[in-house]
Each structure stands twice: as C-alpha cells, then as structure tokens.
C-alpha cells in the first residue's frame, strides 16, 4: 500500500530463548535470527503480500502479551521500517528541511549510523494535515556470494538513494526531475521501491522505471504519464505470474498494466476509475485474477487473457470502496479496509460481501499468517482477527502507540517467538509478543 499522505511498514526486536517456536526448535539467547521470516525487507514484508511464515503467532492478543523491548525517538514519518537480521532502518524528516535514514542496532535500539540529505517540499493544502514528510518504505536488497547490502531510499523530492547498508555510505543517487525534466510529484515520491535480481523498479518521474541496482543506471522507463494528476502514483509495483506470463503489476493515478520485467514491454493497461486519482492500494492476486479497489471508484476483479491482451470490462464490480489499506487476500476472499473505516470480507468468485463490520480507525495496515490477521490502527491499536468468511471475528486487541502510526505494522520471528515493530509518528517500538 501506498497512500495519499502516508505510507507504510513497521518492526522490532528482541532476544530470548523460547524453545519450539523459532522454524527448527530452540536458538541461544544471543543467536542472531536468520530466513525470510526473521526479516521484513520492503514494503508489506517477505513476499510484497502481507503474508508472514515463521514462528506461529500467539494464540490472544490483549496488553499482558506484549512486553516492550525498546523504544527510539524520531522525527515525523510514514515509512515503514525495514529490518534485517542486525539492523533496523528508519527514515524521518527534521524541520521541514532534511531526510534522514538511521539504522539502529535490532537488539538495543542503538543508533549504528545516520546518512541524510536535503529533501523537503510542501503537499497540497487538502493533504497538508497528513504532513509533508518522507513516505516511501524503503527496500533493502541484502547482496550475493558475500557481497554487501544495499538500502534504496525513496525522497519525497522524487529522488531514489542507494546507501551501504553496514555504514550509511551513499552508492549513488538519481533525481527524477534532472534525469527526465519531469515536476515535482505533488505529494512527493509515495511508490516503495522494488528489488528484483538486478533491478530495482520505481514509479518515479511521472512514470515507471528499471535501474541498475549496482549502479543507478537507467534500463528503461515506460508508461509516462505526461505528468498526470501532478505526476505522483500511491501505489506501489507487485510482481506476479498472470496469463503465463511473468509480470508487474503497475499502479498509477489513473491506470492499472502489466509490465515484463526484463524488457519493458507493457502486455497489458486498463483504466482504474478513482476520485482524483486516488489509486493507493498495491493490486492483489487470486487465481490468477487481479484484484484493486479505489476511492471513489468501488472495488474490481479483472483477469487478465493469457495472450497479454488487456482485460476487458471486470469480471465484477462493487460499490465498496478501499482508500489507503492495501488489503489481504486468503482462500479466494479479499479482507478490506473501507474508506468509510469498515472492515469487509468479499468473496473473489462473486464480488459479494461476506459481511461488513463497525466503523473503526481510518487506516489499518494488515499482516496475516494462515487463518489471522493481525491489524494496526492509525490511532495505535492492534487488533488480532479471524481471516474467515463466516463472521467478522475479533481475537483480541491491544495498544501499542499512543500516536498516529500510520507506517505499515511490521512483524518478524526472532529467538524469542514473534516481534512486532511499530512506527508511529514519533518513533519506533519493538514488542515482544508473549
């Protein structure tokens, strides 16, 4: 998910022995955790879906499961934080001037290193609310045979920051404006990068581009927009396999393609009705059949043609809405974060809604493992959810800020059991969940 304004991803850390819990059994207390499910490297997590494997979840959620493990201080953002098996990686914007990436050491909260650079701008007066600082979750691409990681940081003035990992040291930097003449985005660069072999992927520059991820070096660049509803896209790429074909799926204010990866060539777009352009969500899959929904346009299931051709009219239609909560898609039934702050089940097959629950927060980031979803408020609460499409089920419920986070709750395995690192506006937390 992108947004508007806010932007998303969350994490934390914490070591303890806890026997059984960790994929394989028991860990020293001081044993650095390693896998897929022990890291949250981009945006909404391991496979860009919200899905988490890894030690199983607790079976309730309420205040006396979680333990506090650290806390650091920050300036205002929406990115969510990446974490990896050391490190935790930050961004904040300071007096409206500078972004800064900090990395803090994942056990301690400690600060390891800082890197920043000149980056503000003002978002619309309609938006001003939300602030105007950094929303990109950055993607952290942990290099091969040895080599060293590299963090992509995306800066609201529509510029892509590749930085060493271990020390912060900047590798190169492309500014989108000089590169193609473009304007600046009018809320800044939202899109979260996305790392593939190679490449790293951005909506940047009022279109949709491949760079070397080793060098900064354009590839390509397609679906210019000409600078479309003030050049920014809110939605971020997710790379999928539709109609036998390996693709991105590629988000912009007004159209949804499918993009190859490796030439460039666009197989597919198709029209997304939204008000304003307000196309947030990244698309989701189901059988092969993709899935968005918008503001101020409903909710739509398209299939894509094997040949690549374009989809048609959707498959269905429905007049729920989803505004800024990329949603959760499980055994063929998509869970929905309303504009209107209810939560729905539809089932993919019909585009009926299973149910629709009460009102709740504007913003809920959504991480799921089998058959429960864990979702974090805008206002700070936690909430743990059956994924069934019998009933809105809630399992338990905690707070875990006292401000608005509206980064992307983050969640990760760790010797001891299952860490929830939540950003909120201020700061970032590591929790322990018992």
């Known amino acids: ?36 499910a022990a890291t949250w490297l981009q945006w909404r997590g391991p496979s860009r879906d919200g899905r988490v494997d ?36 930050v961004t904040e914007t300071r007096d409206a001037k500078t972004e800064h990436v900090r990395a803090l050491d994942r056990a301690t909260g400690a600060e390891v290193w800082q890197a920043s650079w000149e980056g503000a701008m003002t978002v619309p007066f309609f938006a001003a609310s939300n602030g105007s600082w950094i929303r ?6 942990p290099g091969a045979d040895g080599g060293p990681g590299r963090l992509y940081v995306a800066g609201m003035r529509d510029v892509l920051v590749c930085l060493e990992g271990d020390t912060g040291k900047e590798v190169w930097r492309v500014d989108f404006m000089k590169l193609f003449g473009s304007s600046l985005p009018a809320f800044g660069f939202v899109s979260s990068p996305l790392v593939i072999g190679d490449a790293v992927y951005v909506q940047a520059g009022g279109g949709f581009c ?3 991820k080793a060098t900064g070096t354009l590839a390509w660049r397609v679906l210019d927009d ?10 971020s790429p997710f790379l999928a396999e539709i109609g036998g074909k390996r693709q991105i799926l590629v988000q912009g204010r007004e159209e949804l393609a499918g993009v190859d990866p490796d030439s460039g ?12 352009g307000m196309n947030i969500v990244t698309p989701t899959v189901s059988d092969g059949k993709v899935f968005t929904t918008s503001y101020g346009g409903g909710s739509f299931l398209f299939d894509v043609p094997a040949d690549g051709s374009a989809p048609g009219e959707p498959v269905w239609r429905n007049k729920v809405q989803g505004y800024m909560s990329t949603p959760i898609v499980r055994d063929g039934h998509a869970y929905v974060h309303l504009r209107n702050q209810r939560f729905a089940s539809i089932d993919l097959a019909t585009g009926k809604e299973d149910w629709i ?15 429960r979803i864990l979702a974090l408020d805008e206002t700070g609460d936690l909430r743990l959810l059956r994924a069934a499409p019998a009933a809105f089920e809630l399992l338990g419920e905690a707070n875990v800020s006292k401000r608005e986070s509206w980064a992307h709750l983050a969640v990760t395995s760790g010797p001891g059991g299952t860490e929830l690192w939540v950003r909120d506006i201020s700061g970032i937390t590591a929790w322990r969940w018992k």
């Open 357 to 371: 629950s009460t009102p709740y927060g504007k913003y809920w980031s959504l991480v799921m493992q089998g058959d």
């Open 210 to 212: 491949k760079l070397d």
């Open 226 to 235: 000409g600078g479309g509803m003030n050049g920014s896209a809110f939605s």
């Open 265 to 276: 060539a666009v197989h597919w777009k198709r029209p997304v009705e939204a008000f304003r």
């Open 54 to 89: 890894g030690a199983t979840w607790p079976e309730g959620l309420d205040a006396s499961r979680l333990e506090q493990v650290w806390r650091v201080d920050l300036g205002p953002s929406y990115s969510g934080p990446i974490v990896t098996e050391k490190l935790v990686y």
């Open 136 to 141: 990109a979750t950055p993607a952290y691409d």
């Open 1 to 36: 998910m992108a947004t508007t304004a806010r932007i998303a991803a969350c994490r934390w850390g914490a070591w303890v022995l806890l026997a059984g819990l960790v994929m394989g059994g028991a860990a020293a207390a001081d044993e650095v955790p390693s896998g897929a």
